[in-house]
T-cell receptor
């Protein structure tokens, strides 16, 4: 069964600090990997999209990396802000039809003042 | 412009009743997706509409679930004879044909369904 595993499940950091969230996947074949931010009570918002040929993609203070050989991705958040408190979801396409996505259960990040 | 909207925001119903959830995608977006998000679980694919093509219904969990998309725009997800395990957040997303099926998805705020 294709899976997307994320770690840690939850994380608490102080404002201004950096953090890295991990995503391991077993989806094959693989087309693209996305990171979403989901605020409480809201729908997910796309942060980055990477194809198998891309190693890194940045969006402001968010930088995603991808190692398609080891099937690992990370999302690095620099100089965290209180508004970064949210769930971060890793999503991998099944490849056979690029509209089919496997969602991880997310990492819940809490940034404290 | 306006994003994806969903209604109602919250729905409480009794077991055995039918419910209808509505999604208004971004204007011009030809692709529309329905997902279910249960507590502590990742989003679960339900159904995908693309233009006038036949929808991919492979994610619908049972024949109690059905969805329609009228005029290539508004979509409704219907759950008949609701069960307590249907309680979840139902999310709708749309994407433009320019992005293709692999393009950016824009999600609505979801409908929180509670079946008592």
């Amino acid at each position: 069964k294709n899976q997307v595993e994320q770690s840690p499940q939850s994380l608490i950091i102080l404002e201004g600090k950096n953090c890295t969230l991990q995503c391991n996947y077993t989806v094959s074949p693989f087309s693209n990997l996305r990171w979403y931010k989901q605020d409480t009570g809201r729908g997910p918002v796309s942060l980055t999209i990477m194809t198998f040929s891309e190693n890194t993609k940045s969006n402001g203070r968010y930088t995603a990396t991808l190692d398609a050989d080891t099937k690992q991705s990370s999302l690095h958040i620099t100089a965290s802000q209180l508004s970064d408190s949210a769930s971060y979801i890793c999503v991998v396409s099944e490849g056979s039809g690029t509209y089919k996505y496997i969602f991880g259960t997310g990492t819940r990040l809490k940034v404290l003042a | 412009g306006a994003g994806v909207s969903q209604s109602p925001s919250n729905k409480v119903t009794e077991k055995g009743k039918d419910v209808e959830l509505r999604c208004d995608p971004i204007s011009g977006h030809t692709a529309l997706y329905w997902y279910r998000q249960s507590l502590g679980q990742g989003l679960e694919f339900l159904i995908y509409f693309q233009g006038n093509s036949a929808p991919d219904k492979s994610g619908l969990p049972s024949d109690r679930f059905s969805a329609e998309r009228t005029g290539g725009s508004v979509s409704t997800l219907t759950i008949q004879r609701t069960q307590q395990e249907d309680s979840a957040v139902y999310l709708c997303a749309s994407s433009s044909i320019a992005g293709g099926p692999g393009g950016t998805q824009y999600f609505g705020p979801g409908t929180r369904l509670l079946v008592l």
